[in-house]
């Protein structure tokens, strides 16, 4: 049975004069890799940007796991499970690919607490949280770049990082605008194997921006399509790249 872990229903959002999402809605499907598409300013990172609570809606309702989210905080929203990561990748870039894992760990006891814990209940939660950093740079293949400083890594090799801070922080829902804008091919390839498997052995649920078709539409299990601020269609990759309304507004000829 599917069950759905994002319902969009209906929203709508203008910056002054302008229409940026006129009436959309859109399900995502537990444990699956769905992609938006559509061409540049058609409104995908807006729709992201306010199923994170980075924006506030003018209109319609945001649903997650059964939790209406419509308006919340993002720190709220990224609390029940949802992560994002950039078109532009946002590390700390001076922290060590480790330390970018451990600032996001769960219950890390933070400044506030800090004071009262005793040593060795911090030692506890530093073991707990190390183990857990290693064994996702294990599987994304960063562990032999554990103790370099995020500014010193490849494009690629920084989504993969932010991908890893998202699974540190127990996400269930992760969000990627463009994972693979600017990266060769080959890495390209990677990145998706690597959320495919991540989906399968995980438990993940990906929700991702792309325009790089070419490459992504291989991997995923259902694509929506945008255009000028609202949802043209949907369905399987290859449903969708046949569809005329998608092939007229983004694919071309
Ligand atoms: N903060 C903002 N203030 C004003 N206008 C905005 C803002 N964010 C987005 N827009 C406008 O909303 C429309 C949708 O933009 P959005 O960034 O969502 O498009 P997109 O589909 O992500 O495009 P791209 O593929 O180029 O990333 C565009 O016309 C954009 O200029
Ligand atoms: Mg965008």
């Known amino acids: 049975m599917s069950e759905r872990i994002l319902k969009v229903r209906d929203v709508r959002k203008c910056f002054g004069g302008l229409v940026a999402l006129s009436g959309v809605s859109m399900d995502v499907e537990k444990n699956t890799l769905t992609i938006l598409i559509g061409p540049n300013g058609s409104g995908k990172t807006t729709l992201i940007n306010l199923v994170t609570g980075v924006y506030k809606p003018d209109g319609g309702g945001i649903f997650f796991d059964g939790t209406d989210i419509t308006g919340l905080p993002s720190h709220e929203i990224f609390k029940l499970g949802i992560s994002r990561t950039f078109q532009i990748p946002q590390p700390f870039r001076k922290l060590t690919v480790l330390e970018n894992l451990l600032t996001v760990y769960p219950g890390n006891p933070g400044e506030g607490f800090a004071s009262a814990l005793k040593r060795s209940e ?24 554990w103790d370099q400083e995020a500014e010193k ?101």
């Open 153 to 253: 890594l490849s494009g690629g090799q920084l989504k993969l990082l932010e991908v890893g801070r998202a699974l540190m922080a127990d996400t269930k829902l992760l969000i990627m605008d463009e994972p693979i804008a600017g990266v060769n091919p080959v890495l390209a390839h990677e990145i998706f194997k690597t959320l495919r498997k991540l989906k399968d052995e995980k438990n993940l649920t990906i929700l991702i921006v792309e325009h790089r078709l070419d490459i992504a539409l291989r991997y995923v299990d259902y694509v929506y399509v945008m255009a000028a601020g609202s949802m043209i269609a949907s369905g399987k990759p290859e449903e969708v790249v046949s569809d005329r309304r998608v092939i007229d507004a983004y694919l071309g000829g």
């Open 122 to 145: 911090w030692r506890k939660f530093e073991e707990k949280a190390v183990e857990k950093a290693f064994e996702l740079l294990k599987f994304l293949r960063l562990d032999h770049l």
